[in-house]
């Protein structure tokens, strides 16, 4: 059973608080739409585990052959294979039922997120920067689901900042198993069978200047959000201002971790092990609820 649980990936949900950005910046607020958020919320933490057992059971040869992948449950023979597809469709469908309580939008966006990544793991994470690209477009599918999904119109500026923040992220983590793969040595086998064969077509240097890039997208972005006449108009507040350094700090310190301290590989694991990530996050939040009326 612990194996199984491990195999689900728990931790990795905090990235699902995506799909509740669109309540925390909705103009107005009830009980139904809280309802329907965090069973929208609920949906894609199954969903997301189904992907997680999948993309195991697709990769278990290769991880076989990891360092460190190997003692993943299905690759270290810990969970069966049967009972790994028996878990995969069980949380897929009830992903699905989750979503269909709250209407047409979030099953259709869940189905949508399954697909992107079964193309994924088959053949998109090979082709280089549209990988990440493809890993941003499933955050927006958790913004989508949190807004269209349960009836708030969505934010160009939400998307927009969302999109930055994750190809950010992405492109750090790309960077990550880079520096990991270097401090390994020589990979085994053709394309190297420790290694994503993608990172053959990276680099440090351009992967430097993308995090770069999307770094400086990320906090621009937000800033013009929060002094946009339209978002003072609809919040009916300037403070959101003030929101900036804690976003600021927060990249700031990522980039820190990354190149000082050999993390972000696992972005969910060093937000929930760093410190310093999470009085930011928790800051930032605490700002926010404060400043919006």
Not at 59 to 82: F, L, N, T, W, Y
Not at 192 to 206: E, F, K, Q, T
Request: with cysteine.
């Amino acid at each position: 059973m612990r194996a199984l649980i491990r195999l689900l990936r728990p931790h990795q949900y905090i990235k699902n608080g995506f799909v509740l950005l669109g309540l925390l910046f909705a103009t107005q607020r009830d009980a139904a739409m809280a309802t329907h958020a965090a069973l929208a919320f609920l949906a894609f933490c199954a969903m997301a585990s189904a992907v997680y057992v999948l993309n195991d059971l697709l990769d278990a040869e290769a991880d076989r052959q990891h360092p460190q992948k190997c003692r993943r449950p299905i690759a270290s023979g810990q969970v069966r294979v049967p009972v790994a597809w028996s878990a995969c469709v069980l949380l897929a469908g009830t992903a699905l039922a989750l979503g269909a309580a709250i209407g047409v939008a979030v099953p259709a966006l869940l189905l949508t997120y399954l697909a992107l990544n079964v193309a994924y793991s088959l053949y998109l994470k090979h082709v280089v920067i549209l990988d990440v690209f493809v890993i941003s477009a499933g955050f927006m599918l958790r913004i989508l689901a949190g807004t269209v999904g349960i009836g708030i119109a969505p934010s160009q500026w939400l998307l927009l900042c969302g999109l930055m923040v994750t190809l950010f992220l992405g492109f750090a983590k790309r960077h990550a198993e880079l520096m990991q793969l270097a401090a390994a040595g020589p990979r085994a086998g053709p394309g190297g069978a420790c290694a994503r064969p993608v990172l053959d077509d990276y680099s440090g240097v351009m992967l430097g200047q993308f995090i770069a890039v999307s770094a400086a997208c990320t906090v621009l972005s937000y800033s013009l959000y929060t002094v946009s006449r339209d978002t003072i108009a609809v919040h009916g507040t300037a403070n959101l201002i003030y929101t900036v350094p804690f976003v600021v700090y927060g990249i700031f310190r990522y980039l820190f971790l990354l190149h000082l301290r050999a993390q972000g590989n696992d972005t969910a694991h060093d937000l929930l092990t760093d410190r310093h990530l999470l009085l930011t996050a928790a800051c930032w939040l605490a700002v926010t609820f404060g400043v919006l009326p």
